[in-house]
């Protein structure tokens, strides 16, 4: 492990989280994240049907499964690939919003279709549901849809996770030390930026909240893992006893013994996203899966940039130490002489 | 602790546990009418993860539940169209409605309806001729500042029947939009939506989680667009308003500062904030108030909000509350404070299309996601089982007594639901759990493996782990209880239930898992086997 940790190596990562932080923010202002999960712009044709249809039969089939077959055959002939649901038309009513089930849309969305293509394919459903007189009343039209982002949840997220990682981190300062609070910082916002920024990169399709949850799932995982790395710190220093210990040393010794535990952390909490999202609905998997880089990067963070962030300050406090020390036995001293004589 | 002690305690626990999973997560009848939700389905659920009884539940099976519902989860979806902008199923209805007049008057052929009958055919005419067909819309034609109301319009048509829209129009339609999606982010809700459908009509998508009552007036209210006005009268038709001194240039602004949502002890009210001559005003016109008069607060047409005067209003800030839910006491105060303060827009908007939608994720992704926890949770137990042998007894009450109490909180906390980031937060904290435990029962092994006694062991092992475990469930309750207070949506859900499930993973692991530990092992005769725990073998020299 603290093969991984030399001078030149730290010096290789910081450029990398550098290069990735930064690339990400540009990305993120410039295109922002994918949200194709969210489906920003689509399309889709509504067929909308009563009573007569819901309670009505053709032949010896139901009249909606009969109608809905009608459709999609129209659609396949058309070449259009779609996603169908089905929404319940609902009426406002003293003040509520009721449906009776009697009125049904089934909503057929595309992904990539023209507008042509689409009219045409609205006006060829319905032509081929005139033929039917249980379809009298049944409507079709298509529409366009365009989402426009909510942001406010957004930017009020990551002032929510900064400030949570402030204070949790000035609990580790009280606790473990000023270096330690200090490093841990700057490794929790290393991996809610991280983790933010390889979404940003790598154009993953989520839903438009999900890169703030997944900054936050990091953050927590940061702040479990850096933890577990302070404790390792402590029990170093604890166990060199009255020996002075070098941070560097502290560092190596902390990093040797905490390795397989961090990892094993960061393992578990995958772990734990991948059972979800593979067990899980699609749409659940989409949103869950990605999950993943947050529960991985503290790993990373933790034991080949934290460690090292940390050594500088704990050398500087260590310094500033001494030297007060130093300066209290010169006075010491000097009381002496002065007693002395 | 005695051995009939530690009976006695644990087929209590037991009893409690037995008790407690029944109600999570069993469903069931009893007698001929009357039907239990388990906890776990009864849980309020967000857009995507709705469930419900609707199309599984058989015959009277689920009828006699006292608020009539058979899902949870979901939303609303409700389209608006603006003045002068009509879908082609409005359209349709209106010209078949006025074909049909016409038919019907033709077909009765009385010469005294001859003159209504010319009247229908023009109207009928006119109102063919005054819409112009683009994409799946019908626009009126027309200027949009016409005086004549009926002459107003939002496009005109070119060479071949292009329309082209007013400039006006188009200005007045975007301060709209702006307008909802500020009113839409306002209200705070998980998995809200805004759509522009069609160029020139917007869509609005709300979770059910925002309450079963008065969610149209929710609707209605973020649909609601024009000026503010205040007005006082015995009805809306003799209300009158403030009269504005011309000389100073005076704006309602100058008597109405702002209106915003506050919670009164729970009770959902808006609070609207006077200057000092709009108190002076309104103490005026309700000097001899009865009951009988009210105080109406227009946005464009509509009354957002009618208060009853039934006395003297003398308040610099005046809280109305009422059957308010809290989303819809929001709605109505945006509705007024985006109107006084937002950017102007003088846009009619009316409410259209209205649907209830189910589960966006499908209707099986809740059990889905149950079933990915029960499988992560067997695998913890396994792991356990295999590592510590009985002492996994322990753990599995521990796990128990984590997971029953934490599907108690996500029911019971109004600002709680099951949502995926509940399922992520939720097995995070059962995580938490599951390390703290091993990490404790570790610490025992290697006490009991260096020649101490069990109760030594786990003494000590508790002793040196206490810190530890404390710093990490403190540093995580932390960072999650901070989030909670200032972010919003999802990542404040996600962030409430792992402070929860932290708190109780830290009291589990270091109080009562001990406790377990300590009665469950009273009846093993050889403790170390209970633990599989074992000593060092020493090499002889």
Partial sequence: ?341 | MGKVKSALYLTLVTILLAGLCLMCTVSFNYGDFKGFRSILLSTEKDALLGNGFSGEATAGEYEMLTDGSTYVGGGYSVVYYPEGVLSQDAYESELERRQALCDSLTAAGNEADGDELAKAQKDLKDYEENYAKKGSLYFRVGAYDAEDAEKKGVCSLGEGNAVTFDEKFEAAFQAAVCQLQTRVTELGLEDARVEVRDTYSVSVFLPALMGTQGQGNVMTDLGTFGAFDLKYGSSEDSATGIAFDADKNETIRDYVKSAYYVSNGGTPSVAISFTKAGREAVKNWTAEASGSTYLYFYVGDRSVITLTASQQIDQSTLYISGSYTAPWAKSAALAIDTALNGQATDLAFSVGEVYVQEALFGGLAFTLCCIACAVLFVAMLIGMFVRYHLLGFVYLYSLLIYLFPMILLVWGIPVLHLGIETFLAVAFGALLLTASTAYTYEGARKEYAQGKTIVTSVKGSYKKCFWPVFDLHIVLALISFVTYFIAMGELAVFAFTMGLATVLSGLISLAVGRFDWACMMSFAKDKGKFCNFKREELEDE
């Fill in chain 1, 1 to 341: 492990m603290n093969k991984l940790r030399s001078n030149k190596l730290f010096a290789l990562f910081v450029a990398l989280s550098s290069v990735i932080i930064i690339a990400g923010i540009v990305l993120y202002a410039v295109l922002g994240f994918n949200n194709a999960q969210d489906k920003p712009a689509t399309k889709y044709i509504d067929v909308t049907y009563g009573a007569a249809v819901v309670n009505g039969t053709v032949g010896e089939e139901d009249a909606p499964a009969y109608l809905e077959k009608s459709a999609e055959e129209v659609l396949s002939t058309a070449g259009l690939s779609f996603e169908k649901d089905h929404l319940d038309v609902g009426a406002i009513t003293s003040g509520n919003i009721g449906a009776s089930g009697q009125q049904v849309t089934v909503r057929y969305s595309f992904a990539n279709a023209t507008d042509d293509a689409l009219e045409a394919a609205a006006g060829d459903i319905a032509k081929a549901l005139a033929s039917q007189p249980a379809f009298a009343d049944v409507t079709v039209a298509w529409h366009t849809a365009e989402s426009l982002a909510l942001t406010k949840a957004a930017w009020r997220g990551a002032i929510a996770l900064a400030v949570g990682a402030v204070v949790a981190l000035i609990y580790v300062t009280v606790r473990f030390g000023v270096s330690c609070g200090v490093a841990g910082l700057v490794v929790c916002c290393h991996d809610a930026l991280f983790t933010a920024a390889i979404f940003a990169i790598a154009r993953i399709p989520v839903f438009g909240f999900a890169p703030l949850l997944y900054a936050g799932v990091a953050a927590f995982a940061s702040a479990a893992v850096w933890t577990v790395v302070c404790i390792k710190l402590r029990s170093a220093w604890k166990a060199a006893g009255s020996e002075e210990i070098k941070a560097d040393a502290l560092a190596d010794t902390a990093a040797a013994s905490s390795w397989k535990l961090v990892l094993c952390i960061a393992g578990a909490l995958a772990a734990v996203v991948l059972v979800l999202g593979l067990v899980a609905a699609a749409g659940t998997r989409a949103l869950v899966l990605p999950a993943i880089v947050g529960c991985l990067v503290p790993a990373y963070s933790s034991l080949l940039i934290g460690l090292k962030v940390f050594e500088p300050i704990r050398k500087a406090f260590d310094k500033k130490r001494a030297s007060k020390k130093g300066g209290y036995v010169r006075k010491k001293k000097k009381a002496e002489l002065e007693a002395e004589e």
